[in-house]
């Protein structure tokens, strides 16, 4: 990186896949020039074809060659994973992609986090296959937060793992709650575990299995948490396998949409209700504010021996730009660090 970054104290050097997800470097550009002038200590490293990214720069009118030198430089890559690729086709045949070369830059050191905005299935094995997962953890899993009535709660696994057992969710509760003390600064995280019921008797064998071993876990595990209380503030991480998880989070996504959609409905029938619109524009603007998605991308790929945050792929320039501040943030609090030392001493405990 450049000589202003490396002179900083403790920098924070972000990899991004700038030809990922449905807009490429059109978006991925001014969301790294948006974040840089926020954080004097980020530096940015675009991963992908330098002749296009110096194209897009040129048209965005963003200049590289002036003072953001010395805070961006391209690294050229040749190869791009398309969203329909296959896993296991983007290892072994895309090792030149952008997704690639921006988590190689994680292990190699020159970059502390990689976002991509691509292929989930194709982010997960690459970030599995090169940095390997943290000594402890046999799956890394999908971790991102959702609003809630107090602010937020933490979420996992969101769709890399569709098939657990009650191991896999005991360390995604670790690692959920490492997570959430780590970045919220909260000494005790509380931790449930996702089931159709509170009642002891209720869920099927793996949650059963998960709760025997999540109560003799070093976390503060509440016990089993129903679908409303993701929302209500009652508890700070929710534990679930990736399939319950990804349809909570797309029914979640779907039912925030209709409800704008009722409220434009009904807001334009009419004269009376346009005027009833007018006056209550400020409260649907701060309500806007509070729910938009956007101010949640970016899902962290939790367990590796390294920092790699999933954007969606449709995110617009506001939306990126928070993924790369969730990878920021992480650098600053570090994480995986963080979930290595929690599960040191249960490595020791189980020899």
């Known amino acids: 990186m450049a000589a202003l970054i490396s002179a900083m104290p403790d920098p924070a050097i972000i ?5 990922g997800g449905d807009f490429g470097p059109e978006v991925v550009l001014p969301a790294a020039v948006q974040v840089i002038k926020k954080h004097r200590n980020v530096g940015i490293i675009l991963v992908g074809d330098e002749a296009v990214l110096k194209a897009q720069a040129e048209q965005l009118g963003i200049d590289l060659t002036g003072t953001l030198k010395d805070r961006i430089e391209i690294q050229h890559a040749s190869q791009v994973v398309e969203m329909h690729d296959e896993p296991a086709l983007a290892i072994r045949k895309k090792k030149d992609s952008s997704m690639r070369v921006a988590i190689d830059l994680v292990k190699e050191g020159r970059a502390q986090a990689a976002v991509s905005a691509g292929n989930t299935g194709a982010l997960m094995g690459t970030g599995k296959f090169v940095l390997k997962t943290v000594q402890g953890i046999d799956r890394p899993a999908i971790c991102t937060t959702i609003p809630s009535i107090t602010g937020h709660t933490h979420m996992l696994d969101l769709g890399a793992n569709v098939d657990c057992t009650g191991e896999n969710l005991c360390q995604f509760a670790i690692m959920g709650s490492v997570l959430a003390e780590a970045v919220d600064n909260v000494e005790k995280p509380r931790v449930g575990l996702l089931n159709i019921g509170s009642e002891e008797m209720k869920g099927n064998a793996l949650v059963k299995e998960a709760d025997a071993l999540l109560a003799n876990a070093p976390i503060n595990y509440i016990g089993f948490v129903e679908g409303d209380d993701i929302y209500n503030g ?4 929710v534990v679930c396998d990736g399939f319950v998880g990804n349809v909570s989070l797309k029914t979640s996504e779907g039912v ?6 009722f409220m434009k409905e009904e807001f334009t029938k009419g004269l009376y209700n346009k005027i009833a619109a007018m006056i209550a524009m400020p409260v649907l603007k701060a309500f806007k504010k509070r729910i938009d998605p956007r101010a949640y991308n970016g899902a962290s790929m939790l367990g590796l021996n390294g920092i790699v945050i999933k954007s969606h792929g449709g995110a617009d320039i506001f939306g990126f730009a928070n993924a790369i501040e969730i990878a920021v943030l992480e ?10 030392s929690r599960m040191e001493p249960l490595l020791e405990k189980a020899v």
């Open 331 to 340: 650098v600053e609090k570090k994480v995986p660090q963080h979930i290595r």
């Open 234 to 237: 009652r508890t700070d991480v």
């Open 15 to 19: 990899a991004l896949d700038a030809m």
């Open 256 to 261: 925030a949409k209709m409800i704008t959609h």
